[in-house]
């Protein structure tokens, strides 16, 4: 029988995090929300908030009855209709990080405002990434016009990859047209609850309160059947308080009142808890995803989550450098190794650099190579049923194990191999195979991997349904056509 080790890490204990929900609760209760939609204050003000100078204040009764009804665990499914992933327990899976408006060029490594071929290619990589999960909507195309960027960029990646998708809207009029592309993948709307094929993130502005865009995607998610993602933001010491956990009690509130409005639009409707907290740098003024404490933060609030048994999701794997050098593998790497370690269901940030602005293909093949060591970790030690002795006897007898029927049986189990984009190799062979960095070794690989990538257009008639979606959004806000 083989037993195996699992190693967690966590900053809190349930006690804490239980105390943190109380805290949340008692916040929600005396100092409430502000709500900018009308339906969503209708739906607060029917369930028995209480509104108190522009604040609807939320009963913790209404609360936790509420977050009693939020299902456990959202399973996810690809294009074709397929189990993709399942978000549950401590089940870890990684996809690039999101909603990025530049692009850093190949050719000469500065950023760019992204493109639809940027957009395309990132899909493309994802595509065969195995330690990737699922596609992002990672960046927002400049060649289309902004009212139409959201659904623009779902359409791209429905056309040329099959993974599940985490999304989201930047308009109320965007839904519409998102949930139409959504559904050409499946027989009817049932079908789509029943196989959600995206995930919409929806975000709260801090210090709680929820706009009328946000309410209206909870609401209009919740009534489709679409897993919603919540991403509370807290900025510690700016937007929130500068201690640590405090930041994590407002973190909870702003996602427990998000959990509310979304349950009272349909009760049992998925939700997935989660975030993009970050530690504001007194010196800058910026918002560093890569500090340790943006990642303490995170873990804290995903104990959180766990401790109300809802599935999980955080952004870290990124970093705030400007390029792919040290800090940004730094940073990344940390990251995505606590972030398993936390037991986080689904981890963004993979090929993200400066404060979520850019995305970077040839950081997003080194992440994935990180996302692998770290998943690799998660799968931990084990001890098998032959024991130590007898095989360590066996050993000094011939000399070697290189041979053995052992080392045959479960390396493959054991022993990871990085890609070629890690160097392993001797002193003298880099040196003559030119020197390479890890983001040269990166860039040629990127060239490499879209030069041999796969056509995956849907089969007819759903490419031809998706099309014409698309192109309708296109005539509405002016354009003769789409980018080709």
Known sequence: MTVV???RIGLIVPADAERIVEEACRVLEQVGIRVDNQEAAGLLRAAGARLQEGRYQLAEKLVRDLLAGVPNQVQL????GDLALTLAGNRVHFNPGSAAIHVLDREDGRRRPATTRDVIELVRLVQDLPNFSAQSTALIASDVPEEISDSYRLYLALRCGTKPIVTGTFSKAGFGPMREMLAVFRESGSDLRERPLAVFDCCPSPPLRWSDLTCQSLIDCARSGIPVELVSMPLAGANAPVTLLD?????TAENLSGIAIHQLACGGSPVIYGGAPSAFDMRFGSTPMGAIETMMISMAYVQVGKHLDLPTHGYLGLSDAKTADYQAGMESGIGAVLAALSGINLISGPGILDYILTQSPEKL?????ACGMALRLTRGLARREEGALDLIRELVRKGEFLSHRHTRK???EELSIASSLIDRKSYGDWLAEGSQT?????LKEVVRRLSAARD???SEPAHTELVSIMEAEAVRCGLDSLPE
């Not at 930041?247 to 973190?251: F, G, I, M, S």
């Open 77 to 80: 499914y690809d294009r074709a």
């Open 5 to 7: 080790r699992r190693p």
């Open 456 to 458: 995956e257009t849907p």
């Open 247 to 251: 930041a994590v009690v407002q973190h």
């Open 410 to 412: 479960y390396w493959r």
């Open 365 to 369: 093949l080194l992440d994935h190579e």
């Open 438 to 442: 890890a983001r040269q070794r990166a």
